[in-house]
């Protein structure tokens, strides 16, 4: 076991909060949480009852494990400066985007650890079903990054960066994409005075029925059903609405290209 060691959390977000919190639950010592800002410092240390500092030159250097959970823009502007004093760590990131090689030529021992799944502070998150995605530069640390990702889900896979891009780039369309939808369901609704919450049972279906079909086979709709009246009838609704109108005709030209069938 290797959960003996000592882990500074770089970044106070949504992942570094849901990361700090469940891995000080399975037995992790978190010691430090750096972040710019005093506000999500002080509120993430509070809540994991440890110190916090707002500036990188004060992040302690005799911790095992630097964890980096900021923004991809951020990363490998903040590397060389959290690196510096601290060479002999071992140093994470979280993103799905970047390479591991971001750390090349600053750390010795590096990684990445990345929980593919959408967080909000607001929001509990029930590890045990998060997927885990690893890589590191050695038998050594990957095995720590297998050994920290297992003490909180069960399902922990090997990826190389270019796969995880991949990953990252599905989650995208399947996470974020899929939400905006969402969004832009809940303004249509609103400008007739109607509620989102009767939504929900159909999303929650539409969520539910991948878990036993294949995404293709489950899509229903005019456009899978190539109905051309629908469509144009829905095209003209959203005459007023030119952004929302190209959009719903892309996604209906996907979905009628897809060559399936309705069932």
Request: contains cysteine; negative net charge; charged residues 20%.
């Amino acid at each position: 076991m290797v959960n003996n060691k000592r882990i500074v959390l770089i970044g106070a977000g949504n992942v570094a909060t849901h990361m700090g919190l469940g891995l000080q639950k399975a037995g992790w010592e978190i010691t430090q949480v750096y972040s710019r800002t005093v506000e999500s410092a002080s509120e993430l240390a509070a809540r994991l009852e440890v110190p916090f500092v707002t500036s990188l030159e004060e992040v302690c250097t005799d911790a095992d494990v630097y964890l980096v959970m900021v923004k991809d823009a951020a990363l490998q502007e903040l590397i060389p400066t959290v690196v510096k004093g601290r060479e002999q760590a071992l140093f994470v990131h979280t993103a799905g985007s970047m390479s591991m090689d971001v750390w090349k030529g600053m750390a010795q021992r590096y990684g990445v650890l990345y929980p593919m799944q959408t967080f909000s502070k607001q929001r509990t998150v029930d590890f045990a079903s998060v997927s885990f995605f690893v890589e590191a530069n050695g038998a050594e640390e990957l095995d720590v990054l297998q050994t920290m990702a297992s003490s909180l889900s069960p399902k922990v896979y090997e990826a190389t960066s270019a796969q995880r891009t991949y990953l990252h780039m599905a989650a995208v369309f399947a996470c974020n994409f899929a939400n905006h939808m969402y969004t832009l369901s809940a303004y249509l609704l609103e400008k007739q005075g109607l509620p989102f919450d009767a939504m929900l049972p159909l999303i929650d279906e539409t969520a539910r029925k991948v878990h036993t079909l294949c995404p293709a086979e489950a899509q229903t709709g005019p456009a899978v059903r190539k109905d051309a009246n629908v469509m144009n009838k829905h095209l003209e609704m959203l005459a007023e609405e030119p952004e929302l109108k190209e959009i719903y005709k892309i996604i209906s030209k996907s979905i009628c290209h897809s060559g399936q069938n309705e069932v």
